[in-house]
């Protein structure tokens, strides 16, 4: 167990920006500062998922605990011009996130442990009050809670009377209701029931909590934005040393037992799926991220918490680890028909709509051939050809199809057997950020990563129709114009590195992370040689002990963090950022070169003391600033950088310091 020590914990600035996360299954989630507080917008107890994975609702924002009359809120908010709060953080002993999220309190000499976790594929999230030690025969812990229907990227700074006019609270029924949803809220007391009482208020202003300040949206985002909340309901529980009670927020009819709810939370988190320890933690914070797609009742891969959806590149990047590396081959079924009930004219959608009756988009290049690498990958770990070539190998066969003739956005073979597609106005890559039509990265035309991943492709396809006897196709001739034409457009000899994109009227020499990438795959276009070249200039220029750099620190446009207003961080999001999930490849690429296992273990020791300690604890963030010491941003969980760093402490056995 990880424990997070008092000095973190009462230290705001760190505090405050360190998150903890509990998921369903479904695409709802609670998460929280770990100080108890709410930090973010996305923050809070239920955030449900209306229509799975998507459309979601904060709906039970807080639950503010009073023991012996001190108050343990660690909420922030605008009091004046001051930002203000009770400061209940001061009474944190310590936190850890294993096996769930919990908090130790200690007031007066009272001993309060608080437990936070959500029913697997319910909209129920439980919180457990146990009372380990009192100077007291009897204490009394008061549970305030807050509710705010809204859509969880939303905010308001305060609640007006007209906001409140479809607001119902039914002391009966036990819930308040906003339109179509209704929240239960009740406590269940394993020792004596009959030591509680609860208040129900009627939705009225004067009952809010107006001008919540989020620091991580003010500080690291520039959005000087504010929140409220409202109080609905209080509950007083009367408990004696060694009792335990549960709060519960659920949108179902019918309340859970909360007791065997812990038990069952507490059984599934002592699952193995690896004897390494290490990478058994990544294993059950990847699976996090697994939820249902209501739309064909199969399973997806979030790309991130605590505001992504599923996105075709992020999920095919990310399932070998978060699927494959625990031995979970039909839930790696299930979301591979999943994406492949979506295909259309070749290619895999760029990203589901965050809200229902929105559009598919198909915007992107690189995420159907990342579902090549994915079927790879599921075949080498399963052994299951029979599945390929039942369900899949025809949609292959299909992509490769449409990719010789060409589909949307100009994407398509050219004459030399290279991948080209978009133009100077379209994003279609991963470095894909446009704003006020201004393409911040305009990697059109053909780019490495994008053939590599073609060549690749093609291999895997002609292995496949060789083991399944396919006399109709064959790529042989294909595969070996594609690396000829690598070589020749790509390399660049006098650098000793890959070029990152060629148009017809340019060849970018910038030094981007992209190119490792041809060494770590399974086929690669490159020569032994150059594939060392390639991982030493990638290591000397962009590797950082969290991630790889988006581009090199001697470039003139390079930005060294990840900071201030949208626009400002997204003209840094790919100049320089730090991204965690190549890092997968950059071990595949140093294991290929240089069969280093220590080297490698030493070299994930960074990300392995964030997984721990920083940011989201017991995962891996989206991002981090360029520059030392790099601090993370973005998403504090992130599905392909948690998978991939799972995949190849998996894959080599690394046994990683720390």
């Given at each position: 167990?990880?424990?997070?020590?008092?000095?973190?914990?009462?230290?705001?600035?760190?505090?405050?920006?360190?998150?903890?996360?509990?998921?369903?299954?479904?695409?709802?989630?609670?998460?929280?500062?770990?100080?108890?507080?709410?930090?973010?917008?996305?923050?809070?107890?239920?955030?449900?998922?209306?229509?799975?994975?998507?459309?979601?609702?904060?709906?039970?924002?807080?639950?503010?605990?009073?023991?012996?009359?001190?108050?343990?809120?660690?909420?922030?908010?605008?009091?004046?011009?001051?930002?203000?709060?009770?400061?209940?953080?001061?009474?944190?002993?310590?936190?850890?996130?294993?096996?769930?999220?919990?908090?130790?309190?200690?007031?007066?000499?009272?001993?309060?442990?608080?437990?936070?976790?959500?029913?697997?594929?319910?909209?129920?999230?439980?919180?457990?009050?146990?009372?380990?030690?009192?100077?007291?025969?009897?204490?009394?812990?008061?549970?305030?809670?807050?509710?705010?229907?809204?859509?969880?990227?939303?905010?308001?700074?305060?609640?007006?009377?007209?906001?409140?006019?479809?607001?119902?609270?039914?002391?009966?029924?036990?819930?308040?209701?906003?339109?179509?949803?209704?929240?239960?809220?009740?406590?269940?007391?394993?020792?004596?029931?009959?030591?509680?009482?609860?208040?129900?208020?009627?939705?009225?202003?004067?009952?809010?909590?107006?001008?919540?300040?989020?620091?991580?949206?003010?500080?690291?985002?520039?959005?000087?934005?504010?929140?409220?909340?409202?109080?609905?309901?209080?509950?007083?529980?009367?408990?004696?040393?060694?009792?335990?009670?549960?709060?519960?927020?659920?949108?179902?009819?019918?309340?859970?037992?909360?007791?065997?709810?812990?038990?069952?939370?507490?059984?599934?988190?002592?699952?193995?799926?690896?004897?390494?320890?290490?990478?058994?933690?990544?294993?059950?914070?990847?699976?996090?991220?697994?939820?249902?797609?209501?739309?064909?009742?199969?399973?997806?891969?979030?790309?991130?918490?605590?505001?992504?959806?599923?996105?075709?590149?992020?999920?095919?990047?990310?399932?070998?680890?978060?699927?494959?590396?625990?031995?979970?081959f039909d839930l790696a079924k299930s979301i591979l028909k999943t994406f492949a009930h979506y295909l259309n004219g070749g290619m895999l959608p760029n990203k589901f709509p965050d809200r229902s009756g929105e559009p598919l988009k198909y915007n992107t290049i690189d995420a159907t051939?990342?579902?090549?690498?994915?079927?790879?990958?599921?075949?080498?770990?399963?052994?299951?050809?029979?599945?390929?070539?039942?369900?899949?190998?025809?949609?292959?066969?299909?992509?490769?199809?449409?990719?010789?003739?060409?589909?949307?956005?100009?994407?398509?073979?050219?004459?030399?057997?290279?991948?080209?597609?978009?133009?100077?106005?379209?994003?279609?890559?991963?470095?894909?950020?446009?704003?006020?039509?201004?393409?911040?990265?305009?990697?059109?035309?053909?780019?490495?990563?994008?053939?590599?991943?073609?060549?690749?492709?093609?291999?895997?396809?002609?292995?496949?129709?060789?083991?399944?006897?396919?006399?109709?196709?064959?790529?042989?001739?294909?595969?070996?114009?594609?690396?000829?034409?690598?070589?020749?457009?790509?390399?660049?000899?006098?650098?000793?590195?890959?070029?990152?994109?060629?148009?017809?009227?340019?060849?970018?020499?910038?030094?981007?992370?992209?190119?490792?990438?041809?060494?770590?795959?399974?086929?690669?276009?490159?020569?032994?040689?150059?594939?060392?070249?390639?991982?030493?200039?990638?290591?000397?220029?962009?590797?950082?002990?969290?991630?790889?750099?988006?581009?090199?620190?001697?470039?003139?446009?390079?930005?060294?963090?990840?900071?201030?207003?949208?626009?400002?961080?997204?003209?840094?999001?790919?100049?320089?950022?730090?991204?965690?999930w190549p890092m997968g490849s950059f071990i595949d690429a140093l294991m290929t070169v240089t069969k280093d296992k220590h080297f490698a273990e030493q070299l994930l020791m960074g990300l392995k003391q964030h997984f721990y300690y920083e940011a989201g604890i017991l995962g891996v963030?989206?991002?981090?600033?360029?520059?030392?010491?790099?601090?993370?941003?973005?998403?504090?969980?992130?599905?392909?950088?948690?998978?991939?760093?799972?995949?190849?402490?998996?894959?080599?056995?690394?046994?990683?310091?720390?």
């Amino acid at each position: 167990m990880r424990v997070l020590p008092r000095a973190l914990l009462h230290t705001p600035a760190i505090a405050n920006k360190t998150e903890c996360l509990v998921t369903n299954g479904t695409g709802s989630f609670a998460s929280l500062s770990v100080n108890g507080g709410l930090s973010r917008k996305f923050h809070g107890l239920l955030i449900h998922s209306v229509i799975p994975p998507m459309d979601r609702m904060l709906t039970w924002h807080a639950c503010v605990e009073t023991l012996e009359n001190v108050s343990l809120d660690a909420r922030q908010w605008l009091d004046g011009t001051t930002v203000t709060g009770d400061g209940g953080e001061q009474y944190l002993l310590h936190y850890t996130s294993a096996p769930i999220p919990t908090w130790h309190y200690e007031v007066n000499g009272h001993l309060l442990k608080k437990e936070l976790f959500m029913e697997l594929g319910k909209e129920t999230t439980l919180i457990k009050y146990s009372l380990l030690r009192s100077p007291k025969p009897e204490v009394t812990l008061e549970l305030s809670n807050f509710v705010h229907f809204r859509p969880a990227g939303d905010h308001l700074p305060r609640f007006s009377e007209q906001n409140l006019t479809n607001w119902i609270t039914d002391s009966q029924r036990q819930c308040v209701s906003s339109g179509q949803l209704s929240l239960k809220l009740g406590v269940q007391v394993t020792s004596n029931p009959q030591a509680t009482s609860t208040q129900w208020l009627t939705p009225d202003v004067a009952n809010q909590t107006s001008d919540l300040v989020y620091p991580i949206e003010l500080e690291d985002q520039g959005y000087p934005q504010r929140d409220c909340s409202l109080k609905v309901q209080t509950t007083q529980v009367v408990l004696s040393p060694g009792d335990s009670c549960y709060m519960i927020g659920t949108l179902h009819d019918h309340w859970p037992n909360g007791e065997q709810a812990y038990q069952q939370v507490l059984a599934a988190k002592q699952t193995r799926f690896s004897h390494n320890d290490f990478a058994n933690d990544l294993a059950h914070s990847a699976l996090q991220l697994v939820a249902d797609r209501k739309s064909v009742n199969g399973k997806t891969i979030l790309a991130g918490f605590p505001w992504f959806g599923d996105w075709g590149r992020d999920t095919m990047i990310a399932l070998p680890g978060a699927t494959l590396a625990t031995g979970q081959f039909d839930l790696a079924k299930s979301i591979l028909k999943t994406f492949a009930h979506y295909l259309n004219g070749g290619m895999l959608p760029n990203k589901f709509p965050d809200r229902s009756g929105e559009p598919l988009k198909y915007n992107t290049i690189d995420a159907t051939l990342w579902f090549f690498w994915a079927i790879q990958q599921y075949v080498e770990y399963s052994g299951d050809w029979d599945f390929v070539h039942l369900k899949l190998y025809d949609d292959l066969k299909e992509v490769i199809r449409h990719h010789t003739i060409g589909t949307r956005y100009g994407i398509g073979m050219d004459d030399d057997g290279l991948i080209q597609g978009g133009d100077k106005d379209t994003q279609l890559t991963w470095m894909d950020v446009k704003f006020n039509n201004f393409a911040v990265t305009p990697r059109f035309g053909k780019a490495v990563e994008i053939n590599a991943l073609w060549y690749n492709a093609l291999c895997f396809a002609q292995q496949c129709k060789e083991r399944f006897e396919d006399h109709q196709c064959d790529y042989a001739d294909l595969i070996v114009s594609v690396r000829v034409s690598f070589q020749s457009t790509f390399w660049n000899e006098a650098s000793g590195y890959c070029f990152d994109y060629v148009t017809p009227t340019e060849k970018n020499d910038d030094i981007r992370c992209n190119q490792i990438i041809a060494v770590s795959l399974p086929f690669s276009p490159l020569t032994p040689a150059q594939q060392q070249r390639v991982f030493n200039v990638v290591y000397q220029q962009l590797y950082t002990p969290v991630g790889l750099r988006s581009l090199s620190p001697t470039h003139a446009s390079y930005e060294g963090r990840y900071y201030g207003p949208l626009h400002e961080r997204d003209i840094a999001y790919h100049q320089g950022t730090v991204w965690a999930w190549p890092m997968g490849s950059f071990i595949d690429a140093l294991m290929t070169v240089t069969k280093d296992k220590h080297f490698a273990e030493q070299l994930l020791m960074g990300l392995k003391q964030h997984f721990y300690y920083e940011a989201g604890i017991l995962g891996v963030s989206e991002i981090f600033d360029g520059d030392a010491p790099n601090t993370a941003r973005g998403c504090f969980n992130q599905a392909w950088s948690v998978a991939e760093l799972l995949r190849v402490v998996d894959k080599y056995q690394l046994q990683v310091p720390g």
